[in-house]
């Protein structure tokens, strides 16, 4: 939101609990990175501080110099397949769910960047992949996916 000018930046591979998806950035050091230059011609501080089990950062600068707003549109929802492990030690025609499928997500990212004094728009355009999550089931040698309830109900 500050108009700084990612270089840099992949989402994470789950949505996140604490950000709307779209809007994430994975840092993974030394493989992934979230990096962002400053375009203005005056320095950019950083302020972070951390109280309660809650972290602010602000940026500040000379003066605000661009709006910026980010939207998302879900493209596609992505649905997950099932592995099947099979066990001898399951029962006869028992079954257990050792990992519960999760769906993924396609977003389409929307950054429109207004130029304060200026009055330009410009509007940048990126797409999020966060894939779905495989369910794994375990079943008994007897068993078949015929025999397993639908990986997704019926809407």
């Given at each position: 939101?500050?108009?700084?000018?990612?270089?840099?930046?992949?989402?994470?591979?789950?949505?996140?609990?604490?950000?709307?998806?779209?809007?994430?950035?994975?840092?993974?050091?030394?493989?992934?990175?979230?990096?962002?230059?400053?375009?203005?011609?005056?320095?950019?501080?950083?302020?972070?501080?951390?109280?309660?089990?809650?972290?602010?950062?602000?940026?500040?600068?000379?003066?605000?110099?661009?709006?910026?707003?980010?939207?998302?549109?879900?493209?596609?929802?992505?649905?997950?397949?099932?592995?099947?492990?099979?066990?001898?030690?399951?029962?006869?025609?028992?079954?257990?769910?050792?990992?519960?499928?999760?769906?993924?997500l396609s977003?389409?990212?929307?950054?429109t960047?207004?130029?304060?004094?200026?009055?330009?728009?410009?509007v940048?355009?990126?797409?999020?992949?966060?894939?779905?999550?495989?369910?794994?089931?375990?079943?008994?040698?007897?068993?078949?996916?015929?025999?397993?309830?639908?990986?997704?109900?019926?809407?």
């Open positions: 939101y500050a108009g700084l000018l990612v270089e840099q930046r992949r989402n994470h591979s789950r949505p996140s609990a604490y950000i709307r998806s779209g809007l994430d950035a994975t840092v993974s050091y030394p493989v992934l990175d979230l990096k962002v230059r400053n375009p203005f011609d005056y320095p950019i501080v950083l302020s972070a501080s951390a109280k309660g089990g809650v972290m602010s950062v602000k940026l500040l600068g000379k003066k605000r110099e661009v709006n910026v707003s980010l939207a998302t549109q879900t493209k596609a929802i992505l649905k997950y397949s099932r592995k099947l492990e099979r066990s001898g030690f399951l029962p006869a025609g028992e079954f257990k769910v050792k990992q519960r499928g999760k769906r993924g977003l389409l990212r929307l950054k960047v207004e130029d304060l004094d200026s009055g330009e728009v410009k940048e355009e990126s797409v999020d992949i966060y894939p779905p999550t495989q369910e794994i089931v375990i079943v008994a040698p007897d068993v078949k996916e015929a025999d397993l309830p639908p990986i997704e109900p019926p809407t």
